[in-house]
């Protein structure tokens, strides 16, 4: 069975459409711009449902479950067979929120012996939608299609 990944995508209009991305932290993805950013998601337990999943980790990552519509963006499949579903919302994010990243250990370098942390997201930043295009992992464009075709 394949795995459910769920996000949710917030967006504003300051005055135009602005998408908020998430940059993966770690050690592969220190160098990486163009086409490695993402949805902030999460897998989705077992008997769980996908938005309410969704929006618990989204509070968790940032500390606030967006309030307004969600719009449902349905899903893609990623590589691996793995399904991903997402939600959008307008929310804006103010200029004073403080993003604090969750941290993770893994062994690095590779068969070195040595625990390294490193953040699960090292940014967040809102773009247009040209440019989220960019940024996006190419699997997930369809997403931003959907939102401007929605709204």
């Given at each position: 069975?394949?795995?459910?990944?769920?996000?949710?995508?917030?967006?504003?209009?300051?005055?135009?459409?602005?998408?908020?991305?998430a940059?993966?932290?770690?050690?592969?993805?220190?160098?990486?711009?163009?086409?490695?950013?993402?949805?902030?998601?999460?897998?989705?337990?077992?008997?769980?449902?996908?938005?309410?999943?969704?929006?618990?980790?989204?509070?968790?990552?940032?500390?606030?479950?967006?309030?307004?519509?969600?719009?449902?963006?349905s899903?893609?499949?990623?590589?691996?067979?793995?399904?991903?579903?997402?939600w959008?919302?307008?929310?804006?994010?103010?200029?004073?929120?403080?993003?604090?990243?969750?941290?993770?250990?893994?062994?690095?370098?590779?068969?070195?012996?040595?625990?390294?942390?490193?953040?699960?997201?090292?940014?967040?930043?809102?773009?247009?939608?040209?440019?989220?295009?960019?940024?996006?992992?190419?699997?997930?464009?369809?997403?931003?299609?959907?939102?401007?075709?929605?709204?």
């Amino acid at each position: 069975m394949s795995e459910i990944i769920a996000g949710i995508l917030l967006y504003r209009k300051k005055p135009d459409l602005q998408l908020l991305l998430a940059h993966p932290g770690g050690p592969l993805a220190k160098q990486e711009d163009d086409g490695s950013w993402t949805i902030p998601r999460h897998y989705v337990e077992e008997k769980h449902q996908p938005l309410e999943t969704a929006q618990q980790k989204f509070k968790e990552s940032f500390g606030f479950i967006p309030d307004g519509s969600y719009l449902d963006l349905s899903s893609v499949t990623l590589e691996n067979d793995e399904k991903m579903r997402v939600w959008a919302v307008k929310h804006n994010i103010p200029d004073s929120f403080i993003f604090e990243p969750f941290w993770f250990e893994m062994e690095w370098p590779p068969d070195s012996g040595q625990i390294e942390s490193f953040p699960e997201m090292d940014r967040i930043e809102y773009f247009g939608p040209f440019e989220a295009r960019k940024k996006i992992e190419t699997e997930q464009t369809d997403f931003i299609t959907r939102l401007i075709t929605e709204i």
